[in-house]
């Protein structure tokens, strides 16, 4: 997963996951506010993608790169996308 801070709050997007039936990557972004210890949902990605890398510029948590496929495949299927999301949307 990649992750930025923002005003206190903790973004994450991406990543992968396994479990017995399937390989899969997440879209997702979330926040998390340390202070009120509550996660919220925000737009996910375009495309679903683990190993990018991520960081707040500006107003903007940038996401890029990555590979569209678990790692557990065995299958490299690499994006050079580059998403932003821009703070106070």
């Keep these: 997963m990649a992750a930025g801070v923002y005003q206190g709050r903790i973004y994450v997007t991406g990543g992968e996951g396994q479990d017995y039936r399937s390989m899969f990557t997440w879209r997702a972004l979330e926040a998390y506010d340390p202070a009120s210890n509550t996660w919220s949902t925000l737009p996910s990605m375009p495309v ?3 190993g990018l890398a991520g960081a707040t510029v500006g107003n903007r948590l940038h996401m890029v790169s990555g590979d569209v496929q678990s790692a557990g495949t ?3 299927v690499h994006t050079t ?5 821009e703070f106070g949307k």
């Design 81 to 85: 996308d580059h998403d932003a999301y």
């Design 48 to 50: 679903s993608r683990h």
């Design 74 to 76: 065995g299958v490299q």
